[in-house]
Nanobody, 119 residues
Framework: QVQLVESGGGLVQAGGSLRISCAASGRTFAPYAMGWFRQAPGKEREFVAR????????YYAESTKGRFTVSRDNAKNTVYLQLDNLKPEDTAIYYC????????????WGQGTQVTVSS
């Protein structure tokens, strides 16, 4: 069983930066990819970014491209999301997720961390 635990959320002013982390634990952790999603109040959960675990290849949603950076530390089983130039509309609960195959949906989820951007 894989457990994902996010940390690093908080309150930041517009234009500021924050780095959130997701630490994975489990007997054998070797995901195909890990991703970040977010859900704002009253909205559907949306994709933010993902990173392929073995190669480090990244992919971003258009709304975050150029402002957010996803990275990973394989030795620590941790994925990071650097959030720069934050906007009030980035306020949401940020979730990390993992999947073990490109053919599968995201099937491991963390509990989420709150990011609040004040104007």
């Amino acid at each position: 069983q894989v457990q994902l635990v996010e940390s690093g959320g908080g309150l930041v002013q517009a234009g500021g930066s924050l780095r959130i982390s997701c630490a994975a634990s489990g007997r054998t952790f070797a995901p195909y990819a890990m991703g970040w999603f977010r859900q704002a109040p009253g909205k559907e959960r949306e994709f933010v970014a993902r990173i392929r675990w073995s190669t480090g290849t990244t992919y971003y949603a258009e709304s975050t491209k150029g402002r957010f950076t996803v990275s990973r530390d394989n030795a620590k089983n941790t994925v990071y999301l650097q959030l720069d130039n934050l906007k009030p509309e980035d306020t949401a609960i940020y979730y990390c997720a993992a999947k073990s195959s490109s053919l599968l949906d995201w099937h491991y989820w963390g509990q989420g961390t709150q990011v609040t951007v004040s104007s």
